[in-house]
């Protein structure tokens, strides 16, 4: 029998009615909005309705030692770990992210799990899927044209042109909108300016809308977002413009989640998208909640490595929430770890016990990061093909040695039956050893540059973090309308501790420098930027777009 891909496999399961998903965890049909057979929202009143005095299930965080291009398989061992604890006969949920369309026609060509541990329909949530993320960058753009538009009926509130902060969104990797001219022209046709366009999942209701409780709390934070400021300086936000009441008419759909199931009928909620390395990385409070009153179990996954999903999972969206996660599991591949450990990339699938041994230094970094939370961390191993039993037993001593649980997972080839190992120290680690509450980085009366200081020292191992000139302005503004109580969200490569993304390894003692601030009044959060990181992706060389076709009513190309 030859491999398969991930959308051979998807296309080839037998899915359950989605009205048939929804039963397994009670919810009544008249909360159910159905888009097809296999996909449905859920209103997002059910919550309220029915289910906010109902005992909360045990919150699982899925994160990952810093990653490799091809990702160390989080939503892959996120999905096979409920799938399994099901298997065991526990209720489990699961609450993802949505994939937006710039990595999967970019480097990933699919976001919904992998092998025999995915989300399906997989075409459907890899491409469209309900329309969220376009309901979003639409919401997003109206902002723009009403914020555009009175500036062209006569600027009644006075904005500065050279001071328009509000940039539109596209879900789609294209550097060539990082930095345009627009309103060329005639005087109909607008003011001319220096402008641009952000991904969509990096935009700024995209985060306010992954935070928000419900319709009223959502219009309430679009209604804070700053678009730019007037000429006596004086912040100018979306509800200065009105447009809060009509974003939330464009999104009171797309504020409902989004259920469908794994290949083993799990439930799964899928809402909401913003990027770890870019902006909080983590999928909406209203899916988390609703899934934790539904199981005894909920897992969830953070973006990226836990220096930037699991941080900002716990200082901004549990501290947002009030979230307790109850244990975080930790993955991590011999492929991660041996570049970590200074292998070439091009060697990485060959035995290397030295180049596993120096790469472990990454690996303790995040455990210990993990717990100066409080948190109880269990180490989940997704072994490969070419993975040795020398190189696997090599982590599991070390993982002992630390006193940290340690699981092969071979979900993605055997489905749950492949992570039963882990749902069963899961599940025995939270009932002998469940996280402390939440011990958060910082406090949120300290000013934005201490929230980085500690987040730098502690989280990332810096030697000192400092704010370039045009940073620094943006921190005087922070201070003087009291917006420093925020939390922070900094934007940074996925690859390092450090801002080089070639930094491998357990970097330490290095300086760090904010190159420029974002300040989102409506989502709550200040956005630090670091490095080259960019809130518009570009494609790769060889983008995964080239490989992915419509043939004979079948799709292919997405892995």
């Not at 996925?494 to 930094?503: E, K, N």
Request: net charge negative.
């Amino acid at each position: 029998m030859g491999f398969k891909s991930d959308i051979e496999i998807a296309q080839e399961a037998q899915p359950k009615l989605i009205n048939e998903v929804a039963d397994y965890v009670g919810i009544p049909d008249k909360y159910v909005e159905n888009y097809g057979k296999y996909k449905a929202k859920i209103d997002y009143r059910y919550y309220n309705d029915e289910l906010v005095n109902r005992p909360d299930a045990k919150l699982i965080l899925v994160t990952a030692i810093n990653p490799t291009p091809a990702g160390e398989g989080k939503t892959t061992t996120t999905i096979g770990l409920a799938d399994a604890i099901n298997s065991l006969g526990k209720k489990a949920v699961v609450a993802v992210r949505e994939p937006s369309l710039g990595p999967v026609f970019g480097v990933k060509g699919g976001a919904a799990g992998g092998g025999y541990a995915q989300v399906v329909p997989m075409e459907d949530i890899n491409l469209h899927f309900t329309g969220d993320l376009h309901a979003i960058s639409a919401a997003n753009n109206l902002i723009a044209a009403m914020l555009d538009n009175h500036i062209h009926q006569g600027n009644k509130l006075d904005i500065d042109l050279k001071r328009v902060t509000w940039r539109r969104c596209i879900d789609m990797n294209d550097r060539q909108l990082r930095k345009i001219v627009d309103g060329l022209g005639e005087k109909p046709d607008g003011v001319t300016r220096q402008d641009g366009f952000d991904i969509t999942a990096a935009s700024e209701v995209m985060a306010a809308f992954c935070l928000a409780n419900d319709i009223s709390d959502l219009k309430s934070k679009i209604a804070k977002i700053i678009v730019g400021y007037s000429r006596t300086g004086t912040p100018v936000t979306a509800g200065d413009l009105n447009a809060q009441g009509a974003v939330a008419a464009l999104l009171k759909d797309t504020l409902k989640p989004n259920l469908v199931q794994t290949l083993e009928g799990t439930p799964a909620f899928i809402h909401g998208g913003p990027f770890a390395n870019i902006a909080h990385g983590c999928n909406s409070v209203i899916a988390t909640k609703m899934g934790m009153k539904l199981a005894d179990y909920m897992i969830t996954e953070a973006g990226f490595g836990a220096d930037l999903g699991a941080e900002k999972f716990y200082n901004i969206k549990c501290r947002t929430a009030g979230l307790q996660p109850a244990l975080t599991v930790l993955v991590a591949t011999l492929g991660g770890l041996k570049m970590h450990g200074g292998v070439d990339e091009k060697s990485l699938k060959e035995e290397n016990l030295e180049g596993v041994r120096q790469g472990l230094t990454n690996l303790d970094r995040h455990i210990a990061n993990l717990q100066s939370f409080g948190q109880t961390v269990v180490v989940a191993f997704n072994r490969f093909a070419t993975d040795t039993d020398r190189e696997i037993e090599l982590v599991r001593e070390h993982c002992q040695k630390q006193g940290v649980g340690f699981a092969v997972n071979t979900a993605f080839g055997e489905g749950g039956k492949g992570a039963e190992a882990l749902a069963e120290l899961v599940i025995n680690t939270i009932e002998s050893q469940p996280s402390a509450p939440l011990r958060f980085t910082y406090p949120l009366e300290a000013s934005i540059e201490e929230k980085a200081t500690e987040v730098a020292r502690q989280i990332y191992g810096a030697r000192s973090i400092n704010f370039s000139a045009k940073a620094r302005k943006q921190l005087d503004r922070i201070a003087r309308h009291g917006w420093s109580r925020f939390p922070i969200c900094i934007a940074k490569t996925q690859y390092s501790f450090s801002d080089d993304p070639t930094a491998y390894g357990s970097v330490r003692d290095f300086d760090l420098e904010v190159r420029d601030v974002v300040i989102n009044t409506g989502a709550e959060m200040i956005v630090l930027v670091l490095g080259t990181l960019v809130r518009m992706p570009g494609l790769p060389k060889v983008p995964q777009a080239e490989k992915i076709d419509f043939i004979d009513g079948h799709i292919e190309g997405l892995s």
